[in-house]
């Protein structure tokens, strides 16, 4: 098993930042592949970005690419989305998903709770 916790979310004014932190439990946590959806409002939920256990691979919607930045800290089992250039679009539940490879991520294993990112224009 493996626990997911989201962190980070909150309001930030269009064009700016926001950093979330997804912590892993489990004893094979840091062995997952991680990745970042989102589900605005009114909206069915999105794949936003992805990486691979060892951190040397990642996806990420169109949406959202230049902008945003995926990470990840094995000693720390946390993986990061770095949100920069927010805007109106970009407001939604984000949540943290863990799969055992990248290909499957978009089926991934475990979910978080989420964390609301709202974004004032």
């Known amino acids: 098993q493996v626990q997911l916790v989201e962190s980070g979310g909150g309001l930030v004014q269009a064009g700016g930042s926001l950093r979330l932190s997804c912590a892993a439990s489990?004893?094979?946590?840091?062995?997952?592949?991680m990745g970042w959806f989102r589900r605005a409002p009114g909206k069915g939920r999105e794949f936003v970005a992805a990486?691979?256990?060892?951190?040397?691979?990642?996806n990420y919607a169109d949406s959202v690419k230049g902008r945003f930045s995926i990470s990840r800290d094995n000693a720390k089992n946390t993986v990061y989305l770095q949100m920069n250039s927010l805007n109106a679009e970009d407001t939604a539940v984000y949540y943290c998903?863990?799969?055992?490879?990248?290909?499957?991520?978009?089926?991934?294993?475990?979910w978080g709770q989420g964390t609301q990112v709202t974004v004032s224009s």
């Open positions: 489990g004893r094979t946590a840091s062995s997952f592949a």
């Open positions: 998903a863990a799969s055992c490879f990248l290909a499957t991520i978009s089926a991934p294993d475990y």
């Open positions: 990486v691979t256990w060892t951190g040397s691979s990642t």
